[in-house]
């Protein structure tokens, strides 16, 4: 998907959330016409989910930030105000009732990784991949090394693909040239002291 694809346009947004800022991540799956969060959270099973306060917080301030950016305006692919799950919550005077959260469900039955793990990051990755590509998540047998090193991989390649075309951001700019010269003034020059 295009980062710069409006939202009114796709079905689904993901994001991954560090939780209470721990080295723990978990992959929030924003499905706009359900008005949902689905949650996949790798430790479910080990604490209470629903003290995520990071996903509590994303719930209720969502429908202001789509309200605020005039998402539900834009009804040329989705009529907004038809759809069950909005019909009591927009109304013609406001648009939109801001104080209606998105409902959040934390998905069960999914793989847990060990709880001294640190592979939550790559749990993340790999389960946005599979419900991009709407790939069956695994119930076990996540190979974390091994997609540890496809992303690496990818990465790699996508770094030196980009440096052979000189490009310097991410963006849409032209690309810019780079200097492989780098010019040291005698101002800088590095001295030894003894």
């Known amino acids: 998907m295009p980062y710069d694809l409006p939202w009114h346009q ?6 991954p959330i560090n939780c209470n800022e721990n080295f ?3 992959l929030a799956v924003i499905v706009l016409k ?3 969060i689905r949650v996949y959270d790798l430790l479910s099973r080990r604490r209470n989910t629903k ?11 969502l429908p202001t930030y789509l309200s605020d950016n005039k998402f539900y305006d ?3 692919r989705t009529n907004w105000p038809n759809l069950e799950t909005y019909r009591d919550k927009i109304t013609q005077t406001t648009q939109i009732l801001n104080e209606h959260p998105f409902d959040v469900e934390y998905v069960q039955h999914i793989m847990q990784q060990e ?3 640190v592979d939550c990051g790559v749990f993340v990755a790999g389960y946005a991949e599979y419900l991009n590509e709407k790939i069956n998540l695994p119930s076990d047998g996540f190979e974390a ?3 540890r090193m496809r992303y690496a991989t990818l990465l790699r390649k996508y770094g030196i693909q980009k440096a052979k075309k000189g490009y310097v951001s991410e963006n849409d700019d032209p690309p810019r040239p780079k200097s492989r010269i780098i010019q040291i003034s005698d ?6 002291i003894e």
């Open 10 to 15: 796709v079905d689904e947004v993901y994001v």
């Open 51 to 61: 003290s995520i306060t990071e996903i509590q917080k994303l719930s209720k301030m």
């Open 145 to 147: 090394e091994y997609h």
């Open 34 to 36: 359900d008005r949902r």
């Open 115 to 117: 709880c001294d793990s």
């Open 74 to 76: 834009e009804t040329s």
């Open 187 to 192: 101002d800088n020059a590095i001295i030894c």
């Open 24 to 26: 723990h991540w978990v």
